[in-house]
């Protein structure tokens, strides 16, 4: 049984640590990286705690509303990559909104608590599957922030234009035909 204090205390937690925003992050780059959100309502889903981490697992639990329940198909997919998930029946303690006196807790002014059925499917994440994808992630932003190996003094000088036949090349027509078996011998390239 989940209640709105513990999620609130849990993002608290997430927020005052570099460490555990940081391992958040890498843990939601893996799920982004492996595709998962293409299941239906994987999107929809909201850290209910975590991360919690282990010498060799990360483990975060995500929580939806009963009737959103997340593809299992999505959590297959994360079997594959050594993952271990569980899903489990649970109810959210909310405040009700006041609306009418009957909606008052007795001898308060705070709103009656409810129960709402949600879902929590509980990730545990090998910390080298974190680690890979990380890798590939700065690989490619390294592949991206490349710096050009071309000095700024050529950047303003353009290359010389040369005409076709300056540069003795054919007319396109006549080079199309040569590639495809004609040219000036009048028979038609078969392709």
């Not at 006041?98 to 090998?126: H, N, S």
Request: hydrophobic share 30%; with cysteine; proline share 7%.
């Amino acid at each position: 049984m989940q209640d709105v204090y513990d999620l609130i205390r849990n993002i608290e937690r997430v927020y005052d640590s570099n460490t555990d925003f940081q391992v958040l992050k890498d843990f939601e780059r893996v799920l982004d990286e492996l595709d998962l959100y293409v299941y239906a309502n994987w999107q929809e889903g909201e850290l209910a705690s975590g991360p919690h981490i282990d010498r060799h697992w990360v483990t975060c639990r995500f929580m939806w509303p009963r009737e959103k329940m997340p593809d299992p198909e999505g959590g297959e997919r994360l079997l594959d990559y050594d993952c271990k998930v569980k899903y489990a029946r649970s109810s959210l303690i909310k405040p009700r909104k006041i609306r009418e006196p009957g909606d008052m807790r007795p001898g308060t002014k705070k709103g009656k608590l409810d129960r709402e059925p949600i879902w929590i499917v509980e990730i545990q994440m090998p910390k080298s599957l974190i680690a890979d994808i990380y890798t590939g992630y700065q690989e490619q932003k390294d592949e991206d922030t490349e710096p050009t190996t071309i000095s700024p003094d050529t950047l303003d000088q353009a290359p010389p234009e040369e005409t076709e036949t300056e540069a003795g090349a054919e007319p396109a027509d006549t080079a199309l035909d040569d590639a495809l078996g004609g040219g000036d011998t009048g028979e038609e390239g078969v392709l």
